[in-house]
Every structure is written in structure tokens, then in C-alpha cells.
């Protein structure tokens, strides 16, 4: 096992480490946004299915909800662009 | 290199080649890409409103129904009546966003102007100013403060708190999302439409039959980026007309 780590390259754990990294900060900054865009949505649609004369006013807010939410898994696809080993 | 496929650097799919110019001024595909959409958007309203007939046709049909969805979609559902007066602002903002976001479709261009962050962080900054100036005009400067920054029915308490996050959020989250949401949704659609362009070529290379699959899809999701693009060009304006709502009509 020692000797096959031996063996590693330069920089290669590093390169490694970090794209697991990258992959982490971007899996977990969209578990949040997901379930919240979930919550928007099927909140929006069951308004609509209610009252499908508000439907037009509930469309614009759910679209400024999903909006806001979307935002912070965003931040987090960019962060994992900008990480970098 | 992932499974025998290899896929170039994000460096590589989103920076071009100076075309000409100088070191600090030099213009590329994109800076190109973005004066050609200001030249649409001019060209657009300037042939539109040129000779206007009382039947539009044509040109004048698409300026029409783009400022009739504007005001009816996003002026009036977040401002009201009194927002007219930001409609040539709002109405460009979306027509440039949406004709630059258009470019990431278009065959043998395939570039969104807005996967740099200069150009949408530039409009964030220039709906920030506007905002701010309409709020300072609205309520002047100290109402202006107090009205965005101690909202109503806050307990004592923890008033500074609040104050101090709404001061951040007015100040630097709300340029920030603005400009990084239309931003990474323009990249991610690129390499969306990059990756499955390239698995199509690698699987095209190896069986003819198997690139159906991942072509089919790539098809599919065009028609995905095209619903995005537009949908964040209304996102982008609609924020911008919350914002500015928000300086003109505290809420009590």
C-alpha cells in the first residue's frame, strides 16, 4: 500500500482532492435550493388548481420564488469553478 | 478523461482569442457577439417604430408584442400603473439579455454573451445605481435608509441585527445574486450543450447508432435552453423592476 502511494505523482492528491471537493461544494449547495424550489412550485401549482383565475399572479411570484432559491445553488456551481487546487 | 472521452478544460469552451485590438482593449467573439446584439436591439426598435402602421406587420409585430409583454408581464404585475415611466429602461434590459442569452442557439456561434460575468455584472451594477437613485429621489436619503432597513413590526431587541442584514442585502447580496444567477445559468446551459455535443461526436465516432441517443437529447435540451434563456432574461428584468418597486413604495 506505502509503496503505491510512494508512487504517486506530484500534485496528483492534490488535483484528486480537489475535484472531490468541487464535487461536494456543488452536491451539497443544491440539496437546499432543490428542496425549496420543490416547495415553491408544488405550492404554486396547488394555488393555481385552487383559484385558476389568480393563476397569472401566482405565476410571477412563483417565478420570483424560484428566483430567489435557484440563487444559492448557483453561488454554489460557481464556487466550484472558482476552487481550484 | 472520463471513460475513454475527453473533455477540454472550462478555460477552453468560454475564453476566446483576441481578435484584434491592444492587451487592454482587445475585442474578441464575445465583445463582437455583444455589439451585434446592441445593433439588433437598436435595429429591432428603430425599424419597428420608423414608419408605424395602425395593423402592425412584421418587424413592427415583434416590437410590439415584446413592449406589450413587458408591461403587461413584468411593469404592471410589480410596479403598477406608475412604473411606465422605467418601461424604455426595463424594456431594453430584457431585449438585450434575451438576444444575448439567443446566441448560445445559434448554429456556428454557440456562445451566451452572458457565460462572462463582465457583461452581467455590469447590468447588475448599473440596476443597482438605478434603484438606489429612485429610492433617494422617492423617500431621500434618510427615509430612503429607515424605510429598507428597520422593517415594520421588528421587536427591539434584535433591530440592529435585522438592520444590518438588510443594509448587506440592499447593498452587495442583491447586485451579487443578480448578476451570479444570470451568469451560472448561461454557463451551465453552455456546458450542458458542450457535453452532450461531445459525448454525440465520441459515440457517433464509435457506433452510428449510438450517437442517436445522446443526439436526440442534445436536440431536446436546445429546445430546454431556449425556454432558460428566455426565462432568465425575465428573471433578470422582473428582479430589476422588484427592486426598483421596492425604492419607490415602502412598505409601512
Known amino acids: 500500500m506505502l509503496d503505491v502511494l510512494a508512487q504517486q505523482a506530484e500534485g496528483e492528491l492534490e488535483a484528486g482532492l480537489t475535484a472531490v471537493g468541487r464535487g461536494i461544494v456543488y452536491g451539497g449547495a443544491a440539496i437546499g435550493p432543490g428542496i425549496g424550489i420543490g416547495l415553491v412550485v408544488g405550492n404554486a401549482i396547488t394555488a393555481m388548481a385552487r383559484q385558476p383565475e389568480a393563476a397569472g399572479m401566482v405565476r410571477t411570484t412563483m417565478f420570483l420564488g424560484i428566483a430567489f432559491t435557484e440563487a444559492l445553488a448557483l453561488f454554489g456551481f460557481v464556487l466550484s469553478f472558482i476552487i481550484s487546487g | 478523461m472520463i471513460l475513454g472521452l475527453e473533455f477540454p478544460p472550462i478555460s477552453h469552451l468560454v475564453e476566446w482569442p483576441t481578435l484584434f485590438g491592444g492587451e487592454v482593449f482587445g475585442v474578441n467573439k464575445v465583445v463582437l457577439l455583444m455589439w451585434i446584439s446592441v445593433g439588433l436591439v437598436f435595429a429591432l426598435f428603430y425599424v419597428a417604430s420608423r414608419q408605424p402602421k395602425l395593423v402592425p406587420t412584421g418587424v413592427q409585430n415583434v416590437a410590439e408584442s415584446t413592449v406589450e409583454f413587458v408591461d403587461e408581464q413584468i411593469v404592471q404585475q410589480t ?37 462572462r460575468i463582465a457583461l452581467p455584472m455590469f447590468m447588475a451594477i448599473v440596476v443597482w445605481f438605478v434603484y438606489i437613485i429612485v429610492g433617494i429621489r422617492h423617500q431621500g436619503l434618510f427615509g430612503y435608509l429607515k424605510n429598507s432597513t428597520i422593517p415594520p413590526g421588528v421587536p427591539k431587541a434584535i433591530l440592529p441585527l435585522v438592520a444590518f442584514i438588510e443594509l448587506i442585502g440592499i447593498l452587495i447580496t442583491r447586485p451579487f445574486s443578480l448578476a451570479i444567477r444570470l451568469f451560472a445559468n448561461m454557463l451551465a446551459g453552455h456546458l450542458l450543450l458542450v457535453t452532450f455535443a461531445i459525448i454525440t461526436q465520441s459515440l457517433f465516432a464509435a457506433t452510428i447508432l449510438g450517437g442517436a441517443l445522446p443526439l436526440a437529447l442534445l436536440i431536446f435540451l436546445m429546445g430546454f435552453e431556449l425556454l432558460v434563456s428566455f426565462l432568465q432574461a425575465y428573471i433578470f428584468t422582473i428582479l430589476a423592476a422588484v427592486y426598483i418597486d421596492s425604492s419607490m413604495h415602502p412598505e409601512h
Open chain 2, 79 to 115: 410596479i403598477g400603473p406608475d412604473g411606465r415611466g422605467y418601461m424604455p429602461f426595463l424594456l431594453t434590459l430584457f431585449t438585450f439579455v434575451f438576444i444575448c442569452n439567443l446566441w448560445e442557439l445559434i448554429p456556428l456561434v454557440q456562445m451566451p454573451v452572458n457565460a
